[in-house]
Nanobody, 120 residues
Framework: QVQLVESGGGLVQTGGSLRLSCAAS????????MGWFRQAPGKERELVAG???????RYDDTVQGRFTISRDNAENTVYLQMNNLKPEDTAVYYC??????????????WGKGTLVTVSS
């Protein structure tokens, strides 16, 4: 079973930056699409950024131009660089592994999440 462990969350002021990391176990990391989701209090979990096995990416409109997702297949790690953070970015951020090489369907593997809090 794949284990996903997030790190890098914390408290930051508006306009600040954070970099989230997600370390994955397993030998087939490069075969799968990965995603960063977030869930704010009282809201549904949403896909913030995704990266396919080939490296192409997709972003939610609310983070386009501010967030960058990347992956290091040699290190089995996916990153989310978050710049110009806003209070509405406050949420628990989850790393997830899709069941295919593309961003389709519901991910089958999830991390436990890391809290990002942006103060105004």
């Amino acid at each position: 079973q794949v284990q996903l462990v997030e790190s890098g969350g914390g408290l930051v002021q508006t306009g600040g930056s954070l970099r989230l990391s997600c370390a994955a176990s397993g030998r087939t990391f490069s075969n799968y699409a990965m995603g960063w989701f977030r869930q704010a209090p009282g809201k549904e979990r949403e896909l913030v950024a995704g990266i396919r096995s080939g490296g192409s990416t997709r972003y939610d409109d609310t983070v386009q131009g501010r967030f960058t997702i990347s992956r290091d297949n040699a290190e089995n790690t996916v990153y989310l660089q978050m710049n110009n953070l806003k209070p509405e970015d406050t949420a628990v951020y989850y790393c997830a592994r899709f069941s295919t090489s593309v961003l389709a369907g519901t991910p089958g593997e999830w991390g436990k999440g890391t809290l990002v809090t942006v103060s105004s």
